[in-house]
Structure formats: C-alpha cells, structure tokens
C-alpha cells in the first residue's frame, strides 16, 4: 500500500462560482476541503476514481456500485495534479484488491508554474507563461538592442550622423531670430546689412542637416532590413527545432500572425521607431538647454500646461494600450480563420460552404474593424487636445513676450528665436509622447518572438546521446502510456516486442491508437510513461538524427513539397545522385509515369506546379523510402489509395523494400498484412490480441476475427470479394 499523500486544488464550486478548495489522498482516505466544510472519503468503500474532462477543466468522480458521486470541480489549469491524484487513488484500490498485480504506479506530473512567481496572478493562457503585468519591458528592449551588434559600427555611424542632424537643425531660428533682427537689421549691429550671408547660412545649415539625415536615413534602412531579415531566420529554425506538441497546441493562424505580424512590427520600430527616438530625444535636449539659455522666465512659462498633458497621458494612455492589445487578439483570430479557409478551399467548395464560412468571417471581421475603430476614435480625440494644450504655451509666449519687449525687457529677436524653437519642439514632443505606447506594444511584439526562440523542444536529445550509425531493428515497449492531452490517455500500458527483421501489422478499429505508437517510435512525440527500447537502447539516450535517419515512414497522405519531382524523392537525402533517385523511382513503381511528365524527374509539383494523384504520391513516397535505405520502416496505411493494377505493382515494389528491414504496417485493408508475422490487434490503446493470421482467426470471438469477417461482408456488399 502506498504511504504517499498527494494534494490537488480545485476551483469551481456546486454553483460554478469560485472556490478555493483541496483533494487531500492519504493512501485511505480521499478528503475534500473548501473553506471551513470538509467531506471524507475511504478508499475501501470506493470501486473507481476518475477524472472527467469537460470542454474547460475537468471534474473527479468517484464510483461505488451504481453511485456516482461528483467530488470537486476545476479549471484546466489544476487538471494535472487532479489526474495524478485519480490516477494514485485508483491504484491504490487495484493493489488493495488485487495485490499480485504488477500494474506500475502512476509518475508524477512535473510542477509546472501555472501562475505568475512574481505576483501570483494566473498566466493569461496556460501555454503561454508569461504575466503581461510582471513583465520586465527593460530587459525585452536590451535584448532587442542586441540584434543589432552585428551592425555594430554602420549603427555607430547612423547615431554620429543623428546627432549632426539634430544640432544642424538648431542654427536656422538662432540665425534667422537673434541674429537677424537684433544684430542684421539693426543699425550697429555686429552683422549690419548683411543679410545674404546670413540667409545663405540658414539655407547652409538646414542643407547640412537634411544631407546628414539623408545619408543616416538609408543606412538605417539597412540596419533594419538586416535586423529583420536574421530575425524572421532565427524564427524559422527555433519553428524546426519544436517538437510537433508546440504546433499542435498553438493555432497554426497564431503562429503565421506571429511571425508576420509580430517581426513586421519591429522592423517598423527599428526603422522608425529607435532611431527617431533618438533625433528627437537629442533635439528635445538640445532644444531645451538653447531656450534657457535664451531666457529661462519664457522656458518656464512654456511649461505651465505640462501638469495637465502629463494627467491626461497617464489616463488615458492605459486604455489606448488595452484597446491595441484587444485589437492584435481579434487581428489574429481573423488571421486563424483566412488560414484555415485558404488552406481547406476545396473543402470549402465541394460541400458548397462558401456563405457558411462567409457568415463565420462577418463577425470576426466586424470585431476587428470594432477594435480599429475605437482605437482610433479614442486617438482622435486624444491627440488633438494634447496639441490644444501645448499650443496654450504658445499663446502665453506671444503674449507675455510681447509687454516684456514691449517694456524692453527682451529683445525681438529673442522671442522670435524662441517662437522658432518653440516650433522646433513640439513635433519631438508630440513623437515622444506616441513613442511610449507604441514601444510598450513593440516589447510586447518582441516577446512573442521570444517566446518562441526560447521554447524548449519537448522532445529532447540527450547531452551526450548514444549513436548507432547502423541499428539492428529491435524494438521494444514497455508499458508505455501516453496522452495528447493531460487526463485523456490515448495509450494505456503498451508492451510489445519486435525482433529485427520482423515484419508486424497493427490492426484495430479508427482511433485505436496505431499512428500513434508509430508517432513514439520516432519520438515526434515521448512517452508520458514506460519506455521504448531499439536495439535494447532507451530512445530517448539515442541520438535524434540516428535514430529518424534510419526509420522511414510511408502514410496514406504523403505531402509533397513545392520542387521539383526529384527534390521530393531525395528529401531528406541532399547527397542522391540522379542516378540512385531514378533507381529508386524504378524499385517503387514510379519511373514510368515521372518520365511521361512535362519535365520527367524535374517537373515541379506542389504548390504552383503539376498536381498529382494520390496513387502517384504514394509511389513518390515509397521511392523516398527506398533512396533513405531505413532500417525500421513504417507502413502508415500505404497502399490505400491505390487501384487494384497499381496496389499489385506498390504491393511487389513493398516486398522489395521490406526485405531484411523490420517493417510495422498499419492497414485497414486486412488482406494486404498476409505477409506479416505477427499481428497486434489494437483497442482503445491496449493490445487486445496478438499473434499470426491463423492463431488470431482460431480466436472464438476474438477481436480480429470480428474484423475480418465484417470485412468479408463488406466486400461481398459491394461485389469485391476476396
Ligand atoms: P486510424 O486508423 O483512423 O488512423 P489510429 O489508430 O491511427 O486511427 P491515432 O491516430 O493513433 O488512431 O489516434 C488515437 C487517438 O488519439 C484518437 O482518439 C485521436 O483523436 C487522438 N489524437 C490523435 N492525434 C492527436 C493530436 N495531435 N492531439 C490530440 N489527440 C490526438
Ligand atoms: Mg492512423
């Protein structure tokens, strides 16, 4: 019996409010707390522990005869350590009733950090760890800055230039307001009369500052391009580097929104965003230093409507933020859905669905086009009164500045170089102040493409994996259990052997769980528990590209990428040469119909190019399989789109190609699995059966033989026979 005690929370309570509860299991006793009530539970009354999913979160169950008690309710995320509560208790009660079995006890799921370690609010999504309120945007930013030490010295430059330009830019109303009225226009005045000279060093001046930022200009395109460029590359290879969970959990429309969107935003930013932060930030403080020194009593005035500006940003700013972040959401649901649509457009034509999907595009659309709205509307509004009350300053200068000259406290060209650079600052100011936002949401951009260069591929290779350039082929399960999702197993407790060189099918009805043996074979995904040995070599020790390298797989949907025929055949092999492709096409059928293509072995396919039937991709992945020379081959339903003449051809190109390898074929289709040695029937992930062809149907009522003789009739319906 076992002495561990385990605890899970729950949250929902009887009437879906929330609760802060606790399922406490001791080894006998299953107690339930919320707040000061407390219900008890023993193990001896009970016959089953379970957990039930529901669309959000889940519920645990106990069972007792026909009574059916529901214990606690919660959300997802506290499924985990709720199943693996269910999962000890019901063990517990098998070895109490049954203490021979050898049933191994459930694993302990990982403690994963559901909720924020800073300020304990939950993460927004479970998958998503990462707390919009804790989030350090400082750190995001210099790590974004880091992007750019590549181009360390052309941003060296850029910045040089940038402060050229700025200064350049302060000269025209010194000289066209001081200099000119006070010392040109006055007689006695240092410059008197010269008028052209200092026009033409106005004119000077600004030539200079426009050349320089000219120059700074395209040299930041550059910068920026270049940024983006290592940066969309970074992402593709993090996006190979991912085990086939990470996809699988993310909408696929997510993603496309992220890397498009999301890197598309940040070369906005390096392009507009960092370096006009920095010309305007040298400006607002050269500026600033010239109009004190010009007259500090006017630089003070200038300032009286800040106070206000300040309150009004500090409102109303959060909101503008929220109503962008609301808009990005809804931006990449429509994304989702276009995606699905364009990719699934002959479905969407054949079953005449187009208004349907219209109808499902109308309010996503209308939401988007809801949250531009009040984005804008809201801006609209906002930014003009901000400029309405800088301009307050302005007003306050014409007025005080004109007594004071008036009184002659000031010169004229006093208050019309400070008018001028009263002008010059307010666009950096006004930048500045829309920089803020839309910074916070470009660190937002770039910690989604964080997210995704730092996700740690849950299938891992080991630090120093064992190699087997040249596997034998033994394959080994023990007890493997596995869920796609927590709490919904899809393999409960596999154990099998294979020997090198055998060949085994897999039958069982859809949904048994086939693929999906096959799926942890090649480790695209690892097994929650138990262990899968090859060549007696737990999988996971092994090295990664050994252990694909030497597996073919050949599935009833073979996807072909956008190239040429040959390309496809030696995909995942760049070194065949020609010769060994078409000696692979001949071994799998496929020759005769690659050379009455257009363009033979280079007649592009996929995408854009020739179409080809499903027969034909199938032989195009079997060649693939033959040029790869795998040690273990997996039959994934491979010969089912095929006629009869080509099944017989792909059928003799199989026989060929399974020789000395050991091959695992899955196949509806019992028939075509007569060559197999051994058969394993498959139910709800167990092995119902297993044993030869005659050992199954000498089974009285036994799985296979139900199968095949549905089969048998099924055919004869249809006047095939066999
Ligand atoms: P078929 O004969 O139809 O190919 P199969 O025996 O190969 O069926 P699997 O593909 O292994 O069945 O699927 C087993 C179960 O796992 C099914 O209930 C299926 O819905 C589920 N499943 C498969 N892939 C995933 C996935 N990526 N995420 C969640 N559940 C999955
Ligand atoms: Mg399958």
Redesign the pocket.
């Known amino acids: 019996m076992t002495t561990e005690v385990t605890s899970a929370p729950f949250d929902v309570g009887d009437d879906g409010s929330f609760v802060d509860g606790l399922v406490i299991f001791d080894g006998a006793t299953l107690s339930v707390r919320a707040g000061d009530a407390r219900a008890d539970w023993h193990l001896a009354d009970l016959d089953e522990i379970a957990v039930e999913n529901h669309v959000v979160g889940g519920s645990l169950v106990v069972k007792s005869g026909v009574e059916h008690e529901l214990l606690a309710r919660f959300t997802a995320r506290h499924a985990a350590p709720m199943g693996y509560l269910a999962r000890l208790a019901s063990h517990t009660i098998e070895r109490s009733r049954d203490p021979e079995s050898d049933a191994p006890a459930p694993s302990r799921p990982p403690d994963e950090e559901k909720s924020c370690p800073i300020c304990g609010r939950p993460y927004p999504s479970p998958e998503r760890p990462v707390c919009n309120f804790c989030l350090d945007k400082r750190s995001v930013f210099i790590r974004v800055l880091s992007f750019l030490n590549d181009q360390r010295r052309t941003v060296f430059v850029v910045l040089s230039l940038m402060i050229v330009a700025a200064l350049f830019k302060l000269a025209p109303p010194f000289l066209g307001g001081r200099i000119l009225f006070d010392e040109t226009l006055v007689p006695g005045g240092r410059f008197y009369g010269r008028v052209g000279l200092i026009v033409l060093l106005m004119v000077a001046s600004q030539a200079a500052s426009i050349g320089a930022s000219i120059v700074y200009g395209r040299l930041n395109t550059m910068v920026a391009v270049g940024v983006v460029f290592s940066l969309k590359r970074k992402i593709f290879e993090a996006m190979q580097r991912l085990s086939?969970?990470f996809f699988?959990k993310k909408q696929t429309g997510g993603l496309l929104t992220r890397v498009n969107y999301d890197t598309t935003f940040l070369q906005y930013f390096f392009h507009d965003g960092i370096p006009y932060l920095v010309v305007n930030g040298v400006q607002i403080i050269a500026i600033g230093i010239v109009m004190f020194l010009l007259d500090w009593r006017l630089s003070l005035l200038v300032l009286i409507p800040t106070p206000v500006m300040v309150y009004i940003t500090s409102r109303l700013f959060p909101r503008i933020r929220q109503l962008y972040s609301r808009q990005y959401r809804r931006q990449s649901i429509l994304t989702g859905l276009v995606n699905d649509v364009f990719t699934g457009t002959r479905v969407v034509k054949a079953f005449g669905n187009e208004s349907q999907e219209i109808s499902r595009f109308e309010p996503r659309n209308d939401g988007v086009y809801r949250a531009v709205v009040d984005t804008g509307t809201l801006q609209s509004v906002l930014f003009p009164s901000l400029f309405a009350l800088m301009s307050v300053g302005t007003v306050l200068i014409w007025a005080v500045g004109g007594y004071w000259i008036l009184a002659g406290s000031i010169s004229f060209g006093t208050l019309m170089s400070f008018l001028g650079y009263l002008g010059l600052i307010y666009g950096p100011l006004q930048f500045m102040t829309a920089v803020v936002d839309w910074w916070s949401s470009s660190m937002n951009s770039a910690q989604r493409i964080f997210e995704v260069l730092d996700a740690v591929p849950e299938v891992r290779e080991r630090a120093d994996p064992v190699r087997i350039p040249s596997m034998r082929g033994d394959i080994e399960f023990r007890n493997v259990r596995f869920a796609?999702?927590v709490n919904?197993p899809?393999?409960h407790g596999i154990s099998l052997g294979i020997m090198e060189g055998e060949m085994i099918g897999?039958v069982?009805?859809?949904?048994?769980?086939?693929?999906?043996?096959?799926?942890l074979m090649t480790r695209l995904?690892d097994a929650d528990e138990g262990e899968i040995l090859i060549d007696g070599i737990p999988i996971k020790d092994l090295s990664v590209s050994d252990l694909r390298s030497q597996i073919a797989i050949v599935l009833?949907e073979t996807y072909l990428f956008a190239g040429s025929v040959a390309e496809n055949i030696a995909y995942g092999r760049d070194d065949a040469s020609r010769e060994e492709i078409v000696q692979a096409a001949r071994a799998a059928f496929a020759h005769d119909f690659i050379t009455s293509l257009p363009e033979g072995y280079d007649t592009v396919i996929g995408r854009e190019g020739h179409d080809l039937s499903g027969g034909e991709r199938q032989r195009i992945a079997i060649a693939r399989a033959v040029l790869r020379d795998p040690r273990i081959l997996i039959l994934?339903?491979a010969t089912a789109s095929m006629d009869s003449e080509t099944e017989q051809n792909i059928q003799a190109a199989l026989e060929r190609l399974i020789e000395g390898r050991t091959v695992i074929a899955?196949a509806?289709r019992l028939s075509t699995l007569r060559k197999a040695n051994r058969l394993f029937v498959?139910e709800h992930?167990r092995i119902a059966e297993s044993g030869t062809h005659d050992e199954l149907m000498a089974i009285d009522e036994g799985v296979y033989r139900g199968l095949v003789e549905k089969q048998r009739e099924a055919l004869e319906v249809i006047g095939v026979g066999e």
């Open positions: 086939m969970s699988s796609y999702e919904n899809v393999i897999l069982g009805r859809t949904g048994a769980g086939k693929s999906t043996i096959t799926n995904y009833q994934d339903e899955i509806h498959i992930g």
